[in-house]
């Protein structure tokens, strides 16, 4: 099994552009997770998908960030536009275990906003 | 709503050293325990898991018991290597389809 496939690895990109980060989950998994890492908050849930329908975006910070997910392999979060806070690691996860307990994460994509 | 609160890294050992990572939980009801590991570069992984009281999960010479009375799930190992040097994040689940809640990790580095 592949795993869960992000990309890119990194990106940095200047206030104001658009970022768009994406996912390929693990096939069969039903349910997706964004999750963002940076030192000062730790680990936040940003949205998750279940059979590729958004069930809590809660914890998405703002109208610049957006999430969706066409299909049952691929995931994108974007951020229009983008600023310097939202430099981070940016990491997908999925599962098949109905209670969302046992995830599997992707590498994660570290975000640089200048 | 449910919160972890993990004791503050970093934490150092030298290779062989015994380490004890705490965990405590607030939670409603009864939720699953779990502790996740990143190691660097990487995305997190489940290390090991306890769903009911006085459980003991295990795995990689790690061991944690889920302890009702005291709201904990501290990390243990008897022997660690520089290869367990990580990130460890202690979680908990509620009710069955919601969300893991994340403790704020704790580093371990493990020196030879």
């Known amino acids: 099994d592949a795993g869960v496939i992000q990309s890119p690895r990194h990106e940095v990109t200047e206030m104001g552009q658009e970022v768009t980060l994406r996912c390929k989950p693990i096939?069969?998994?039903?349910?997706l997770f964004w999750y963002r890492q940076t030192m000062m908050r730790g680990l936040e849930l940003l949205i998750y998908f279940n059979n590729n329908v958004p069930i809590d975006d809660s914890g998405m910070p703002e109208d610049r960030f957006s999430a969706k997910m066409p299909n049952a392999s691929f995931s994108t979060l974007k951020i229009q536009p983008s600023e310097p806070r939202d430099s981070a690691v940016y990491f997908c996860?999925?599962?098949?275990?109905?209670?969302?307990?046992?995830?599997?994460f992707g590498s994660g994509t570290q975000l640089s906003v200048l | 709503g449910n919160s972890v609160t993990q004791m503050e890294g970093p934490v150092t050992l030298s290779e062989e050293a015994f380490l004890t990572i705490n965990c405590t939980y607030t939670a409603t009801g009864y939720p699953s325990l779990f502790w996740y590991v990143q190691y660097p570069g990487e995305g997190l992984q489940l290390l090991l898991k306890?769903?009911?009281?006085?459980d003991k999960g295990s795995n990689k010479g790690f061991e944690a018991t889920y302890r009702k009375e005291t709201t904990s799930f501290h990390l243990e190992k008897g022997s660690v290597q520089v290869s367990d040097s990580a990130v460890y994040f202690c979680a908990l689940s509620g009710p069955s389809g919601s969300r893991l809640t994340f403790g704020e990790g704790t580093q371990l580095t493990v020196n030879p």
């Open positions: 096939s069969g998994h039903n349910s």
């Open positions: 306890a769903t009911k009281a006085d």
């Open positions: 996860a999925s599962t098949r275990d109905t209670t969302n307990e046992k995830l599997f």
